[in-house]
């Protein structure tokens, strides 16, 4: 069966600083897809960055990019220039191509300091 | 904007009532989704709804029902609801992986953090 693993309770930056999220999985399919997803303190989770397995380059969006590593089933999010808005919870979370269901990890509470 | 509500953001019950917790969306998708958050543990799918009546049991249905008489309603039901369901509940949605979608991304809603007391 497939797993994510998010080994990081908790996570700190300063502003303006680089911290990046890690998330392993494990499954035995060549090809998938991965998400970030961002879930701000008494608000909506919102998807941040996604990422299909058999495209080797890195999806980035905007200060927000991941570490791709398929052979080492790693998926990594890497936020710069961190601001105070970017303090949530962050959920990395697989699915299979044939199928609609989610697995998630149980997730990184990303706290951003002045 | 794809738009994910649900009827209460907060909501307090008594061990033994039957409680409705309602989700629409409003992006026409074919597929949609219950979880309950609690922490250390991430989200856990409860039920999903492919079409209109039909649903499948996700990985924790035990103490729980699901009803979907139009596509952009779902409800999660509580028969009698307990202390160990005290949660937060999302909802999400999505379009089917068979269709041209290319992620089929799943929206979700602002979720309901349900007490049983």
């Known amino acids: 069966a497939q797993t994510v693993t998010q080994s990081q309770p908790e996570m700190s930056v300063q502003e303006a600083e680089t911290v990046t999220l890690s998330c392993t999985y494990d499954?035995?399919?060549?090809?998938?897809?991965l998400f970030w997803y961002k879930q701000p303190p008494s608000r909506q989770m919102i998807l941040v960055i996604r990422?299909?397995?058999?495209?080797?380059q890195n999806a980035t969006e905007n200060r927000f990019s991941v570490n791709f590593q398929k052979a080492a089933k790693s998926f990594s999010l890497k936020i710069s220039d961190s601001q105070l808005g970017d303090a949530a919870m962050y959920f990395c979370?697989?699915?299979?191509?044939?199928?609609?269901?989610?697995?998630f990890g149980t997730g990184t509470r990303l706290q951003v300091f002045p | 904007d794809v738009k994910v509500t649900q009827s209460s953001r907060y909501l307090v019950k008594r061990t033994g009532e039957k409680v409705f917790l309602e989700c629409v969306q409003d992006?026409?998708?074919?597929?949609m989704f219950w979880y309950r958050q609690d922490p250390g543990l991430g989200l856990r799918l409860i039920y999903f709804?492919?079409?209109?009546?039909?649903?499948e049991k996700g990985d924790i249905p035990e103490g729980y029902s699901v009803s979907r008489e139009k596509k952009e309603r779902f409800s999660l039901i509580l028969e009698s609801a307990s202390t160990n369901q005290t949660s937060m509940y999302l909802c999400?949605?999505?379009?089917?992986?068979?269709?041209?979608?290319?992620?089929?991304?799943?929206?979700f809603g602002p979720g309901t953090r349900l007490t049983v007391l």
């Open positions: 979370a697989y699915r299979m191509l044939n199928t609609d269901k989610l697995i």
């Open positions: 990422q299909e397995a058999y495209k080797q």
């Open positions: 499954t035995s399919e060549s090809d998938y897809y």
């Open positions: 992006m026409d998708h074919e597929n």
């Open positions: 709804s492919y079409d209109v009546k039909m649903k």
């Open positions: 999400a949605s999505s379009f089917p992986f068979r269709s041209s979608v290319t992620y089929n991304e799943q929206f």
